[in-house]
């Protein structure tokens, strides 16, 4: 309506540009419909100046004190994370309490944030703020320290020509301006340590809640809260709540069915739960049978703009082009789990790039590591791994990989079983020898090996079987 970009707008909404020029202050204030003291005040505070008759050496701004968003009626379990929160914020004062909650998209990290901020929120007279850093929002820029900065001075009552104008001096006054405070601040969607160390308090009792999709291990101080998915139970109270079927219970089957299907994911299971909820004439039933049979159960979890393909996606593009190579490729492995070698023979890589990419998505939340050195897929993220396979990559470079890692177990289970066997097998035909290979040098480490992969190799034979390779069964 003002004639105004929107990137010039939402750049004034997010504290990017802290004041608009004359001109833009005009087009808003017609565009608003303002007249007299009303638009002469807008246009002042637009452009960071005084409003008329107000004495600028004496200029306050209000402050903000409480900027949580709505707490979600629906929230489920997670309670002794909850209490450790609640533990932490009853600690002796003095000290600032960092914590950084994280996990893979969808689980629910700012609802947990929001949900313990109101929970606590009577301790922390000083204010409860909420600052979204957007490191991973569409068509958004990660919010710089700076601007971040600014946010939050402005939060707190700094008018907009007090606040200074390089990052070193906002940090000073920042921290000046909580000294001897109990804040609790909520840093929403953080893409890094470096984003987020210049916005923490000096000093005094506050607590800051820190959320991101990255182990935020460089951050010091922080104590880390990894969110897993949601139990079974948990899982299921989370769709009936959000189903709102009365007729529904935890007991239910279909219930169970489609919390399984959906990975006991939050993300997951509130996208079903409202398609549930808006169309009464579905039943739970008929829903789990038709995420059973689809071909592709991400496309049925959209809804509107919300899409558990779409939070994947967000992950997926942090990484590095290597990275996103090796994703795709864990994707093509028909086992649960795997390790630095077989991901070397997936990417056709050596072991340390292996390692590195590994690392990554680990740091990521794109991979969880149950035991050392052993990665593991979440069901979701493992269909939308295969699913950019099949559409980014062509059919030979796919079949290419997956021989590669059929190759890397032949290979290696004939050298444990040399080591294990009881009685001398028939040789069976060569198959190329693959770069990286464990060093099984004796029994007892041929029988580790073997015990590790068990399941992988019998997850290969089935795959072998199933695609007719009989040379490899």
């Given amino acids: 309506a003002a004639g105004v970009s929107t990137r010039s707008v939402s750049d004034l909404e997010r504290g990017i540009n802290l004041t608009a020029g004359k001109a833009t202050a005009r087009l808003l204030a017609n565009a608003l419909g303002l007249t007299g003291p009303a638009r002469a005040e807008f246009e002042a505070a637009a452009r960071g100046r005084p409003a008329p008759g107000e004495d600028r050496a004496g200029e306050v701004a209000a402050a903000a004190i409480r900027t949580l968003p709505r707490d979600v009626a629906s929230f489920t379990g997670r309670q002794w994370q909850l209490q450790e929160l609640v533990d932490a914020s009853a600690g002796p004062g003095g000290v600032v309490s960092i914590h950084a909650i994280g996990g893979m998209a969808g689980i629910g990290k700012t609802a947990f944030a929001v949900h313990a901020a109101h929970r606590l929120a009577g301790r922390f007279p000083a204010g409860q703020f909420f600052l979204p850093l957007h490191g991973h929002t569409p068509g958004q820029r990660p919010v710089g320290p700076g601007d971040a900065l600014a946010s939050l ?3 707190a009552g700094v008018a907009t020509a007090q606040i200074p104008s390089n990052l070193e001096a906002r940090m000073a006054l920042w921290r000046d301006r909580l000294a001897g405070q109990q804040l609790l601040l909520v840093l929403d969607d953080a893409v890094s340590s470096e984003q987020v160390s210049p916005l923490l308090p000096g000093s005094g009792g506050s607590l800051v809640l820190i959320t991101s999709r990255r182990h ?9 809260i990894s969110l897993d998915t949601l139990t079974p139970g948990d899982a299921a109270v989370l769709l009936i709540r959000l189903a709102a079927r009365p007729a529904l219970s935890p007991a239910d089957p279909a219930v169970a069915e489609i919390t399984r299907l959906c990975g006991c994911l939050p993300l997951a299971i509130g996208i079903v739960a ?13 829903l789990a049978a038709e995420l059973v049979q689809a071909r592709d159960r991400l496309e049925l979890m959209a809804t509107e703009n919300l899409s558990v393909t779409a939070a994947f996606n967000l992950s997926y593009e942090d990484l590095g082009p290597e990275q996103q190579r090796l994703f795709r490729r864990l994707g093509l492995h028909p086992g649960a789990d795997i390790d630095a070698y ?3 023979a997936l990417g056709g890589t050596g072991l340390p790039a292996a390692r590195r990419s590994l690392e990554a998505l680990y740091d990521q939340y794109l ?6 050195g052993r990665y593991r897929l979440h069901d979701l993220i493992r269909e939308h791994a295969r699913g950019l396979a099949d559409r980014v990559d062509p059919d030979l470079e796919r079949d290419d990989a997956t021989a590669r890692l059929l190759d890397y177990y032949q290979y ?6 040399r080591l294990l066997g009881r009685y001398a097998r028939p040789a069976s035909a060569p198959r190329p020898i693959p770069a990286e290979v464990p060093a099984l040098a004796a029994r007892d480490h ?3 090996w073997a015990r590790a992969e068990r399941a992988n190799l019998i997850a290969c034979l089935d795959h072998a079987t199933v695609t007719s390779q009989y040379a490899r069964v």
């Fill in 153 to 155: 001075l402005l939060m």
């Fill in 412 to 417: 290696t289970a004939a050298l444990a079983d």
């Fill in 274 to 286: 409202r398609q549930l909820h808006h169309h009464p004439a579905w039943s739970a039933a008929e």
């Fill in 216 to 224: 935020l291990s460089a951050l010091e101080d922080a104590t880390a």
């Fill in 367 to 372: 991979l969880t590591e149950p035991t050392r």
């Fill in 342 to 344: 077989a991901a070397a």
């Fill in 446 to 448: 041929a029988l580790a």
